[in-house]
């Protein structure tokens, strides 16, 4: 805890183009954040590169996904907004973290288990300890709150307990963190297989709705999402393409599901359709507006980066040498 103030620290990878799902499941989570908590949000260079990433565009899409970060309404004057590359810190308080996570915990990642069969051609240490460096990220701004989808709920409940079991050998070290993922919106379905989760490396792009795309193309994407041979728009299970939509149309309303079969009673698939497309391109709209003149402006990009980068290792670096300290690593004189 920082002077009292509860913190709230969260990721997200520059490794393809933001999805609706990464928008709903968290980034416009986040901002509800910072009146309230200390709040970091980092753009984690170092995670993305556990997969294979071409120099040229990992650069780009760390500019954008900082962009996106304050499209998406985060004031970088009451955020720290930050990429992770730029506080080294990260990566070596991740090491010693490394010494206190076990590798039958890590073995039992769903994600490390997808991504290896995914990238069978490069399993390499990094993507096996990932969710190591992810602790670190978290622990070394003695977070209390981690705003994410339900797929990285995994990882944040191994930090909590790598977090218990480095204060356990030494008393006080970290705030153990909570996971904070909200109820709708929490897992985003890709359109063209809906039992699968909606990803930014989904090579189908008619499965993912990118937050930047067009309207036309939002509306498209959504009039070709498959559903079921059923025609009523009702919530229920076996539906899961209906069920997502649903699940997008009251993120984007605020409405619940029984006022959504009201609403929709007696109309086809196809008119529901056309109102998820209308109600989420009428919310991205104005997030692409906004990350088109912010992303014309590159330098105003670089100073927020080296502004927040600046705060971000402030903080950082104090745990990083709390726990240098407890462990019994000599001070550089
Ligand atoms: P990443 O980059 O895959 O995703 C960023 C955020 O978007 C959420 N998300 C989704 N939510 C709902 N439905 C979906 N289909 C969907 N897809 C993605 C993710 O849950 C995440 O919150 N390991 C993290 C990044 C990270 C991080 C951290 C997060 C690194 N360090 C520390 C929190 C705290 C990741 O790969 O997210």
Not at 107 to 122: I, V, W
Not at 186 to 209: C, F, G, T, W
Not at 216 to 232: C, E, L, N, P, Q
């Amino acid at each position: 805890m920082l002077n009292d103030q509860k913190v709230c620290f969260s990721g997200v990878q520059p490794s393809g183009n933001l999805t609706i799902g990464n928008y709903l499941g968290a980034l416009r989570n986040f901002s509800a954040y910072s009146e309230a908590y200390k709040c970091f949000y980092c753009v984690v260079d170092e995670h993305a590169i556990t997969v294979r990433q071409e120099p040229a565009e990992l650069r780009r899409r760390t500019f954008e996904t900082l962009a996106l970060y304050i499209a998406c309404g985060l004031d970088p004057d009451k955020n720290t907004l930050y990429v992770q590359s730029h506080v080294p810190a990260h990566a070596e308080l991740a090491w010693i973290l490394n010494c206190f996570t076990m590798f039958g915990e890590l073995s039992r990642m769903t994600q490390f288990k997808d991504k290896s069969a995914r990238h069978a051609d490069n399993i390499n240490a990094g993507l096996f300890t990932y969710p190591v460096l992810m602790a670190s990220d978290i622990l070394l701004y003695q977070t209390d709150v981690v705003p994410v989808g339900v797929d990285q709920k995994q990882h944040v409940e191994l930090c909590r307990d790598v977090a218990e079991r480095f204060n356990q050998v030494f008393p006080g070290t970290f705030t153990v963190p909570q996971p904070m993922i909200a109820e709708n919106g929490k897992k985003i379905m890709s359109l063209a297989e809906p039992a699968k989760k909606m990803s930014k490396s989904d090579e189908n792009p008619n499965a993912v709705v990118y937050i930047l795309d067009d309207r036309d193309t939002i509306i498209r994407k959504f009039r070709r999402a498959v559903t079921d041979s059923d025609t009523v728009v009702r919530f229920a299970e076996g539906k899961d393409g209906i069920n997502n939509l649903m699940t997008i149309y009251a993120c984007f309303t605020g409405k619940t599901m029984e006022e959504i079969e009201r609403e929709f009673a007696g109309k086809g698939y196809g008119d529901f359709k056309a109102a998820v497309g209308e109600v989420t391109a009428d919310a991205l709209t104005p997030v692409r507006t906004r990350f088109g003149e912010l992303l014309a402006d590159k330098a105003y990009l670089e100073a927020q980066m080296k502004k927040g980068a600046d705060e971000a290792a402030y903080v950082a670096r104090r745990t990083l040498s709390k726990v240098q300290k407890k462990l019994g690593f000599v001070p550089r004189a």
